[in-house]
């Protein structure tokens, strides 16, 4: 018999919680794939709740995304047994070792860590209820599979004519040959309000162990970029480069690119992702889908137009069913300068005109009940290549 004593025991049931930037101003959305374990187990309510209903809910930050995910624990993993149902059996943990859920959870992690909230859906038909209709400036899908890209394309097309456009981010796979004329499949037919971006990183597993790796496409760290983007400078900024493209928790990528991959790819309007020796693994492109000879193939560009789109839009609906005469005209356009005005101090644009006036509004237009405005800008393309000459002088020549 053993000496009387004290046992202590501890029991982890703790998860590593992540950090993220500061917030902001941006707000995501994740399209998933809509599997059995989807990302509908996360919404609040169970299968008859509000959030699952309506078939989309909005993560805030990382600690409301990982509170999802121990209201999920607690739901669904204590007191398991075979006899629970098909509906708990396929949600268990260890029935399925976290894998039929953990790819998409991720790519919402992923992107959290760049300080902006995210509407999630789980509907493989691009989005379910009126998901795609909320108002939010960037859109990624979740999961690793090319396939995903078209759950983007569809809610990036239909958004294109409406008064919420919104910018896309596709992820390409690293298994994908890079090849001279290499093109990229499920694009918008507006390729302007999309970007892709190659490649896979290796990261820290938050809920797992933590000898394992996860590994998860960069589309939601790049519209993180473009998040991080809008708050530390304006959407007409480019998100790729030192200050702006930087990779949040990079173990490594999946693939390393030599000089000649790297051309290929940004001819095929695919941005890479490197790491930069003393400066981090960083976003190296800034290609959109565009046809490669107009400014709108740069992302900041693009992200202009859709930013010019959702503020002159609200001036342009606010004309409706006034008189077309002079004064409704003139009205417009000192509302549209004033906006463009701003963008020209924010360094988006360098000069603009607004046309609106008996030139362009003529007896007929007004008769068939047409009001005209033509905007002209001239936008700031951002630097993609930088050239240094260094010139070896003698002592005595003068500089």
Request: glycine fraction near 8%; hydrophobic fraction near 40%; proline fraction near 4%.
């Amino acid at each position: 018999m053993a000496y009387p004593g004290v046992t202590v025991r501890i029991l982890d049931e703790s998860l590593n919680t992540s950090s993220s930037e500061l917030d902001s101003p941006a707000i995501g959305a994740m399209i998933g794939a809509g599997t059995t374990l989807s990302m509908k187990i996360f919404a609040y309510g169970g299968d008859t709740g509000e959030e699952t209903v309506q078939g989309y809910y909005y993560v805030e930050n990382l600690n409301d995304w990982f509170s999802r995910l121990y209201n999920f624990y607690n739901t669904y993993y204590p007191g398991f047994s075979a006899t629970n149902g098909t509906t708990l059996a396929a949600r268990d943990l260890a029935a399925n070792g976290a894998t039929a859920w953990t790819d998409e959870w991720y790519h919402v992690h992923n992107f959290l860590q760049y300080g902006s909230g995210c509407y999630v859906t789980w509907a493989n038909s691009g989005g379910s209820g009126d998901f795609k209709n909320l108002n939010y400036d960037v859109i990624f899908a979740g999961g690793t599979a090319t396939s995903n890209n078209s759950l983007v394309t569809s809610a990036v097309d239909e958004r294109d004519a409406g008064p919420l456009p919104v910018f896309g981010v596709l992820g390409v796979p690293s298994t994908s040959v890079i090849e001279t004329g290499m093109t990229v499949t499920s694009a918008p037919s507006n390729g302007e309000n999309a970007c892709a971006v190659f490649g896979e990183k290796k990261h820290f597993n938050a809920i797992g162990s933590a000898s394992t790796l996860i590994v998860s496409s960069l589309a939601p760290d790049v519209a993180g970029c473009i998040c991080r983007t809008d708050r530390d400078s304006y959407p007409w900024f480019s998100p790729a480069g030192a200050r702006r493209g930087r990779i949040n928790n990079v173990v490594n990528l999946t693939k390393l690119l030599n000089e000649s991959q790297k051309n290929i790819l940004y001819d095929a309007k695919i941005n890479p992702v490197f790491a930069v020796p003393g400066e981090g693994t960083l976003l190296w492109g800034d290609k959109t889908l565009a046809s490669q000879n107009s400014t709108l193939s740069s992302i900041n560009v693009a992200r202009l137009f859709i930013y010019l789109k959702r503020t002159l839009g609200p001036l342009a609906r606010g004309v409706l069913f006034e008189q077309n005469d002079e004064i409704t005209r003139a009205s417009f356009r000192t509302a549209a300068e004033s906006v463009l005005r701003q963008v020209v101090a924010a360094r988006g644009i360098t000069e603009f005109k607004v046309v609106c006036d008996d030139t362009n509004n003529t007896p007929d237009l007004i008769q068939n009940k047409i009001f005209v405005a033509d905007i002209l800008i001239k936008p700031i393309p951002a630097i993609n290549f930088v050239r240094l000459t260094l010139t070896n002088k003698n002592l005595s020549s003068t500089l």
